[in-house]
């Protein structure tokens, strides 16, 4: 499978009681992803999960507690 060399990104702004976004691209591994929030890093299984890896359609990031 060929992957196109496009920047891939969504921005979401919190609102302190959700904690499921949405990306919108296909990723092959949950570490694909950058998050930050606020300008601050967040790491996997400390701040967040990811599921839909591998999907082709839509994934999301689900933050442990709500940002």
Known sequence: MTVA???ARNDYVGNGTQTGF???FIIFADTDLDIH???VPQF???HYNVSGVG???VGTVTFL???
Do not use: I, N, R
């Open 22 to 24: 949405p990306y919108t």
């Open 55 to 57: 999907s082709e359609t």
């Open 37 to 39: 929030v606020a300008g």
């Open 44 to 46: 996997l299984g400390t």
């Open 65 to 67: 507690t709500a940002p």
């Open 5 to 7: 060399a496009t920047v």
